[in-house]
């Protein structure tokens, strides 16, 4: 069945150090592999998103990347800030039922 | 923040009661999806509408059930409601041709405590 795991469950870092979230996904689903970011009592919101026709791909701070053979992908936040603290969601689609499915979060905290 | 707007933004319910939640889907999408998180969890995906047909659907039973209205706004009805149906329920809207390959916009979500 369509699943997602998620690690770590909790992440603490230095401010200005680096996180790294990592997910890998059952079976074979699509080609689609979103992060979204939900702060404490709001909704999740899409940080990046990665297809299959690229291995990595890169906005300022933040980076993913994609291995589609070993069933993983990664989430890369380099120089985080205290604003960075919240819960990181991966997620990958599955065309049979045009069902996207979550991993089940980090709650990443960087201190100042 | 995105357009996508849910209402209302707390309930209370007894077991057993039915409840209706409303998504309006932000302008210019024509595809709505509905996902159940519970405390401490990612979402779980319940079913997505596009251009008011169900066209994908989760591992939730068929008390679980939507709508979708030609203006592309969106319900999510729950029948025979059960103590582990409280949780927050997002829905989230996007465009195209239908599909968890569109980027999704999230609501703020409406939180359903059942008593």
């Known amino acids: 069945g369509e699943n997602v795991e998620q690690h770590p469950s909790t992440l603490s870092v230095q401010e200005g150090d680096s996180a790294v979230i990592k997910c890998t996904y059952s079976?074979?689903?699509?080609?689609?592999f979103p992060w979204y970011k939900q702060e404490l009592g709001k909704r999740p919101q899409l940080i990046i998103d990665?297809?299959?026709?690229?291995g990595e791909k890169k906005d300022q701070r933040i980076a993913v990347t994609l291995n589609k053979t070993a069933k993983h992908f990664s989430l890369h936040i380099t120089e985080t800030q205290p604003e960075d603290s919240a819960v990181y969601f991966c997620?990958?689609?599955?065309?049979?039922?045009?069902?996207?499915?979550f991993g089940g979060g980090t709650r990443v905290l960087v201190k100042p | 923040e995105t357009g996508v707007t849910q209402s209302p933004t707390h309930l209370i319910k007894t077991r057993g009661q039915q409840v209706t939640l409303r998504c309006s889907s932000q302008?210019?999408?024509?595809?709505v999806s509905w996902y159940q998180q519970a405390l401490g969890q990612g979402p779980q995906f319940i079913f997505q509408y596009y251009r008011e047909e169900e066209n994908g659907r989760g591992n939730f039973p068929p008390r679980f059930s939507g709508l979708q209205f030609p203006n592309y706004s969106s319900e999510l009805n729950v029948n025979a409601l059960e103590l582990d149906d409280s949780a927050l329920y997002l829905c989230a809207s996007s465009s195209g041709p239908g599909g968890g390959t569109d980027t999704q916009y999230f609501g703020p979500g409406t939180r359903l405590t059942v008593l």
């Open positions: 997620a990958a689609y599955w065309a049979a039922g045009n069902k996207l499915t």
């Open positions: 302008s210019g999408h024509n595809t």
């Open positions: 990665i297809r299959s026709n690229v």
């Open positions: 079976d074979s689903a699509s080609n689609y």
